[in-house]
């Protein structure tokens, strides 16, 4: 069983950064597809980011230039830095894991087998 948990949320002021890390325990992420999902109130859920094992990275518009995922799967860890935060940034963001071997990623989110419980992002002056 493959358990993620996300930290590095808070409030940031529009135009800030910050750093999402997600740890994941419990089997070898290097088999995995990750993928960063955010759900703002009254919502659906949108795909963010997601990286492949071979590093191919994909974004949402909303984010490109932004945001920048990556990967170092000898800690475990994903991350995704957020640059030049929006108020429409506002969200739970959630990472999530695909066993998947391809050198490819989606941001569908209905392949993703494992989530962590979220990390609120709060862009507000």
């Known amino acids: 069983q493959l358990r993620l948990v996300e930290s590095g949320g808070g409030l940031v002021q529009p135009g800030g950064s910050l750093r999402l890390s997600c740890a994941a325990s419990?089997?070898?992420?290097?088999?995995?597809?990750i993928g960063w999902f955010r759900q703002a109130p009254g919502k659906e859920r949108e795909g963010v980011s997601c990286?492949?094992?071979?590093?191919?990275?994909n974004y949402a518009d909303s984010v490109k230039g932004r945001f920048t995922i990556s990967r170092d799967n000898a800690k475990e860890m994903v991350y995704l830095q957020m640059n030049r935060l929006k108020p429409e940034d506002t969200a739970v963001y959630y990472c999530?894991?695909?066993?998947?071997?391809?050198?490819?990623?989606?941001?569908?989110?209905?392949?993703?087998?494992?989530w962590g419980q979220g990390t609120q992002v709060t862009v507000s002056s």
């Open positions: 990286i492949s094992r071979s590093g191919s990275t």
């Open positions: 999530a894991a695909d066993y998947n071997l391809s050198s490819v990623c989606g941001r569908s989110s209905v392949p993703y087998e494992y």
């Open positions: 419990g089997l070898t992420l290097d088999y995995y597809v």
